[in-house]
């Protein structure tokens, strides 16, 4: 069972069975859940530089989307990656975050910043924004954001991505996904007390603003490169019309939606 959904329990076995997939790229991430400790972040930390380094053996120069990837999730990398720790996301987080985004350009393997809860999207957006201002896209299209479709802000995320982009003089990437929290954040927003929701509360909502969310998308294609994960069939083909002509790449998660 761990086979079909796990590609291999160490960097090196999934690389070799990701390479005899056919046509077919991959985006890794380390398994586990954000870092308690400081010792957690640090071996979240390890794992992230030993993976862009094995996965970067392998890399051809030029496009970096011809090659594997790594995604690269923010809360694994520090124990306080939150709202109310700012300074400390600043001072300690981002220097580490450049250090792995530098890495993965230097081999020319594509990194994506994975989502969070929406209760982190500020201290994400600062962390992003650093990345891009500390010059890791400057000449270089594979810094990448992940943004999800249930979260009301989306489109505004979006927005601001371009806006990041076309002042830079980069063209960044952002793989658009419909969400992975949903429960957990109807449960805090309801326990907090809170006068509304961060996501939407209806899926055909959230599949409404996916698609309004491909459409800026398709708007910003001088300076966003877009990749759709879903695995619903009629929004990959609302996007394959929507981008027909252009460039755009098609995601899905090892083991389901082939």
């Given amino acids: 069972l761990g086979q079909q959904f796990v590609m291999g329990e160490s960097i090196d076995a999934a690389v070799k069975r990701a390479d005899k997939a056919d046509n077919e790229l ?30 970067g053996r392998d890399a051809g120069a030029g496009d970096p989307y011809a090659n594997h990837g790594i995604s690269i999730k923010l809360s694994a990398l520090h124990p306080r990656y939150e709202y109310w720790q700012a300074d400390r996301v600043k001072a300690e987080l981002i220097p580490r975050v450049i250090d792995l985004a ?24 600062d962390v992003y924004g650093a990345l891009v201002d500390a010059g890791v ?24 991505l371009a806006a990041k982009a076309r002042a830079r003089g980069v063209k960044l990437a952002m793989r658009l996904v419909k969400g992975a929290y949903w429960d957990t954040e109807i449960k805090r927003a309801q326990t907090m007390g809170l006068d509304d929701f961060p996501v939407f509360t209806q899926k055909n909502h959230t599949d409404l603003n996916y698609m309004r969310c491909a459409q800026l998308l398709r708007t910003y294609q001088d300076a966003v490169f877009p990749a759709f994960a ?28 082939e």
């Fill in 230 to 257: 879903s695995h619903n069939a009629m929004t990959l083909a609302y996007v394959t019309e929507l981008f027909a002509g252009a460039d755009y790449e098609l995601q899905r998660l090892h083991g389901m939606g």
């Fill in 137 to 160: 896209a400057d000449g270089w299209s594979g810094l990448g954001l992940v943004i999800q479709a249930y979260m009301k802000r989306a489109p505004a995320v979006i927005d601001w």
């Fill in 26 to 55: 991959a985006s890794f991430d380390m398994l586990g859940e954000a870092a308690r400790t400081a010792e957690d972040a640090q071996r979240y930390y390890q794992s992230y530089w030993d993976a862009i380094q094995r996965i």
């Fill in 102 to 125: 530098m890495a993965a350009r230097a081999v020319n393997i594509p990194v994506m910043i994975d989502a969070e809860e929406s209760d982190r999207l500020e201290p994400h957006m």
